[in-house]
């Protein structure tokens, strides 16, 4: 069990905390947006303000993770994200945001999680060793979706008793809690052979481009963003002009999108076990493609709350599993890289996918770019399963 490793342990309950005030930010930066402008392709520039970062810059950071100390890497991303959050609340406090000002904002947030994330994913076998690696994995998931759940409901409350600006400093105070743990922990200590960033992201590309099972789990990854995010970043205007509701209607759906997700994390693992990752992927983007078509033909919170929880939980089995098959199949020595090329694939197609369902929405309408959201995703994923199948137990797979 990854809680008997003390550095795990503090980390997980630390990132828990900072999960919590980034969800509390996010439900705050969307819902303000709504406040700021009637475009619903700047509503979805939100998400991908927050993922643009991560396909551009999140290679670099891949380097960086393999190159030098993965814990001080993280402790400067923290830091910085500390720093602009506590920016972007005193700003909305005195009523300076406009529309691309908060895009900017939520834009550096995501350069601090694109630095961020591969350091952070690649310290886990640091911290349980490879034999617990999947578990961790699973664990740190729950932990993601256990903020979803609460976070969301508890923005749209403090958003409707007080102001966004709130909700911007809790995210703010929430990062001091790994900035605490991470200048405590002491890792052992990595053999790194360190190469100029450039010739070093050439070495993770070549590697990811020369194993079959990698690329084909990097197109899966790329696709399922792509379709993913006509939900996900469409949401905040579906509950304005569709549903009609406030934003504690739109942190109760986020809410509920958290607990689909922290009870098919329960059962993921056992999942992918006894069915395999194909088949639980495939149930993921199922559950996608009816999530969206619901939302679309929704006109009530009520009868759009199935369509979050079905979200939720096809959210954590979709990326989850195939988070678990990239993170099997890197060497150590270039886990970082592995891992940022895997977030920079799978979030640019999120980045990219949340302005074109925008777009789309603003040229027809929601429930029109909703519908061909989920068509996307049901025609990729039938020549995907043909022509790109997941890697087979054991195929590709590193040991230690």
């Given at each position: ?105 939520t834009l550096t947030v995501g350069v601090g999680t694109a630095l961020n994330s591969p350091a952070w ?74 190469k100029p960033i450039l010739p070093a992201i050439g070495v993770g590309i070549r590697f990811c481009s ?191």
């Amino acid at each position: 069990m990854p809680f008997r490793y003390p550095a795990f342990r503090a980390i997980w309950i630390a990132n828990l905390f900072s999960n919590l005030g980034s969800t509390i930010q996010a439900v705050g930066a969307a819902w303000l947006m709504t406040e700021l402008t009637d475009s619903h392709q700047l509503i979805a520039l939100v998400q991908a303000s927050a993922t643009v970062p991560i396909m551009l810059f999140g290679m670099f950071a891949g380097a960086i993770a393999d190159n030098f100390d993965r814990r001080r890497v993280m402790l400067a991303a923290q830091l910085g994200m500390l720093l602009t959050s506590a920016v972007l609340a005193v700003l909305t406090w005195l009523g300076m945001i406009t529309p691309y000002l908060l895009l900017g904002f939520t834009l550096t947030v995501g350069v601090g999680t694109a630095l961020n994330s591969p350091a952070w994913q690649a310290s886990v076998r640091q911290q349980v060793g490879m034999a617990a690696l999947p578990q961790a994995i699973a664990l740190n998931t729950i932990s993601f979706n256990l903020a979803r759940s609460v976070g969301p409901a508890l923005g749209g409350l403090l958003i409707s008793i007080w102001n966004v600006a709130l909700a911007f400093a809790i995210n703010a105070a929430s990062y001091i809690s790994m900035v605490v743990v991470l200048l405590r922990w002491r890792p052992e200590a990595r053999v790194v052979e360190r190469k100029p960033i450039l010739p070093a992201i050439g070495v993770g590309i070549r590697f990811c481009s020369a194993s079959s099972p990698i690329r084909r789990v990097l197109l899966r990854g790329l696709v399922l963003g792509f379709g993913v995010a006509g939900y996900q970043a469409l949401v905040p205007a579906v509950v304005r002009d569709q549903l009609h509701g406030d934003e504690i209607d739109f942190g109760l759906m986020l809410g509920l999108f958290g607990i689909g997700s922290i009870i098919a994390a329960l059962f993921i693992g056992q999942a992918r076990r006894r069915w395999g990752v194909e088949r639980v992927l495939t149930w993921g983007t199922l559950g996608f493609v009816i999530a969206q078509s619901v939302l679309a033909a929704s006109h009530t919170v009520i009868q759009a709350l199935p369509a979050t929880f079905i979200a939720g939980a096809a959210w954590v089995s979709a990326m989850t599993s195939i988070n678990v098959a990239m993170q099997m199949r890197s060497p150590d020595n270039i886990l970082g890289r592995c891992l940022s090329i895997y977030q920079a694939v799978t979030f640019g197609g999120m980045a990219v996918g949340s302005w074109a369902w925008g777009a789309v929405a603003d040229l027809w309408d929601l429930p029109f770019a909703l519908h061909a959201a989920a068509g996307f995703l049901l025609v990729t994923l039938v020549l995907t399963r043909t022509f790109a199948p997941m890697p087979k137990p054991g195929e590709g797979r590193v040991e230690e």
